[in-house]
């Protein structure tokens, strides 16, 4: 004799942060609610991670974009997308931050909603220094259009070099090499031609200027 034995699979229970998140809703992206032509250097900070492929396997990479100038202010190349290596990305982060003295509560960090981005440890590392938190709907990449064009530039630009490296410490040489590429020379239409380096430094000489 048979008999239909009905399963009841249990979801998982969402965290604190997933409720808050779900809560909010469009709110949750606080990209939206800011006036483009009153962001400063280094206020607007997007993060991501993408996937970076070879003959010998893959790599990871989570890289923290500045909105105006366009640097890549800190990241970390990783074997594995976790928590761990996200924090190690922000901690480089926050070393340049700090160095430039920048006001950490004036800082939004905008990112998609990955498990490793609503991790504790991750939004705790953000809250205690009063940097807000800014989130992208689910599955919606257009909510950050700055990582997508920055992964998709990136990879086009070096794509015959990642697929080809050899070994995986030769594919993290090249995508270190990629990101002081893109800080140092890569033009930027929307910096007027210059890199972030250069726009960073006449940014800066401007300012100089007028407060004297």
């Known amino acids: ?92 982060s926050l070393r340049f931050l700090k160095d430039k ?29 009063d940097i807000a938190i800014s989130y992208s709907r689910k599955s919606r990449p257009s909510d950050n259009p700055e990582m997508e064009s920055f992964f998709g530039r990136t990879k086009t630009e070096n794509r015959q070099l990642f697929v080809e490296a050899e070994s995986l410490q030769e594919l993290e040489t090249l995508i270190h090499e990629a990101i002081k590429y893109h800080n140092t020379k890569r033009r930027h239409s929307k910096l007027g031609n210059k890199s972030p380096e250069q726009f960073i430094q006449e940014f800066n000489l401007n300012l100089r200027t007028v407060s004297t």
């Open 1 to 92: 004799m048979e008999f239909n034995i009905l399963r009841r699979v249990k979801k998982p229970q969402r965290s604190g942060i997933e409720q808050i998140i779900e809560e909010l809703g469009p709110l949750a992206n606080l990209v939206k609610t800011i006036a483009p032509q009153t962001i400063k250097p280094f206020q607007l900070i997007y993060t991501d991670i993408t996937e970076i492929v070879c003959k010998a396997g893959k790599l990871y990479l989570i890289p923290f974009l500045d909105h105006l100038t366009k640097k890549v202010i800190g990241y970390q190349i990783a074997n594995n997308p976790d928590t761990e290596n996200v924090l190690k990305a922000f901690s480089q």
């Open 101 to 129: 003295k920048i006001t950490l509560k004036e800082v939004i960090i905008h990112q998609d909603q990955g498990s490793v981005f609503k991790s504790y440890q991750y939004v705790q590392e953000l809250v205690k220094r």
